[in-house]
């Protein structure tokens, strides 16, 4: 289930759709990254050092990067975290 933040949802989602949407339509837009990015941004994390502490704010971040990154789910995830550790500054 996800648990990504609903402000940073309404962004991603508005920026896709350029409305905002329902309530239920922006779950449905959560639950569909969290199920597409959020197990391959952990794995991608995993090897960064110093470690990345995933919050579900960093997690949604990284998601929404990951969905607007070229390449294939696993691609996108490796896009989205090195583009966080380099605005962190890891």
Known sequence: ??????????????????DPGTIADRDQFSQ??????NAEIVAA???V???????????AMMALLAAHSPG?????AHHA????VAFRGV
Do not use: E, H, K, W
């Open 72 to 76: 294939g789910t696993v691609a996108q």
């Open 49 to 59: 050092a110093p470690p990345i502490n995933l919050t579900p704010d960093v997690r």
């Open 81 to 84: 975290v090195a583009a966080y």
């Open 1 to 18: 289930m996800s648990d990504y933040p609903d402000d940073l949802i309404l962004i991603g989602y508005f920026v896709q759709n350029q």
């Open 32 to 37: 569909d990254l969290f199920d597409m990015f």
């Open 45 to 47: 994390a995993a090897g």
